[in-house]
């Protein structure tokens, strides 16, 4: 038995040539995740229903961007990619579903589930479906910090209204996780790294796709990994083929293990599988079903098929403002004196080089500039003895920055 696992390690070595995708639900899963009996927050104003058969549900999403630095503050052009991502995805619509091999083709599913970025937030304020929020945090460890504003990140919207999904900066090497349904509402959604999420902006290379957040939100929506996470295991869907374990890069067609079936061996461009964004481009019949089943009367996500928090006509107010980074403080790094002044001022800072390219512009109190200049560090005297008496600003600015002194020259 060891023997077997050491080759099983060692084959597994060789193959790892490329980024392998590492996926962090299962890990959540036994370290943080807990099943809970659901505190309700249902509006009872708008009975339950359960699903019309093979309807479209449309899932209302808010990603909250939680950002340290300017780059993991993502484009909104980034997440539109990631949305459109998940709408080809789950309807089947991806171009390269048209890559299925041919023994696989008619298992390929729609799933007929759709994803909108939330209009209207929790307060009824319109919002464009991303919260954009500063963190003090480089970086989140991957067991929920992001999802506490307590401990730096960002709480969640009620998730039986919203899709929460976090892009923020995921320590190591797991590119995200997932809340399988059923756990506690208040960690309920998925996490995605932000250089993994969308399929525009800067990207790792094999994760450049936006299926991360495909394979992550299928987790949410109760799939589980292809070989079940076991050796020649099984998933619990009848047509996704039992599996010796996970692939990863891009396998060639057919790829059999002493666990395949049939000839057709893995079906490793499933979503579900861990190989590269490029390689994956399937759900089955089967999982289309499991995940719909959450949605039925009485199941985890029955809730979100009330949602109406993508219609922007609910909003009854503006948006939140969003976060930036803000700017370094910079207690008394210049000064200027004297003040009031005669004949010279001196521009002084404790760091010369904090001056240099600066403009420093002094402006009447009819907001006239009446004396401009670009400084070049050290000490900088500005001669004001052709301004008359009275009130002035001196501002000190660059493309960054912006600082005003009130002068008097006397
Ligand atoms: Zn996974």
Known sequence: MKFILLAVLLALQVENAGAQRVCGTDTYKLDHYKKTLRQSTENFRIPPRDTVPNEIITIPVVVHVVFNTSLQNISTDQVLSQIEVLNQDYRKLNKDNALVPDAFKAFAGDTRIMFCLAQVDPEGRATNGINRRYTSKPYFNADDGMKFKASGGVDAWDPDQYLNIWVCSIFGRVLGYAAPPGGELKKDGVVINYDVFGSRGSLQRDFNKGRTTTHEVAHWLGLQHIWGDDFCGDDGIDDTPRQKSYNFNCPSFPRKTDCSPNDNGDMFMNFMDLTSDACMNMFTHGQKNKMRSYFALGAARNALLRSNRCDASMASAGPLPDDTIPKKQQPDVISVYPNPVVSDITIHSKDSKTLIGKTATIRNNAGVAVLTKTLKGGDE??????????????????????LNFKIIKL
Do not use: R, S
């Open 381 to 402: 005297k500005l001669n004001v003895d052709m301004l008359k008496p009275g009130f002035y600003i001196l501002t000190i600015e660059d493309n960054a920055e912006k």
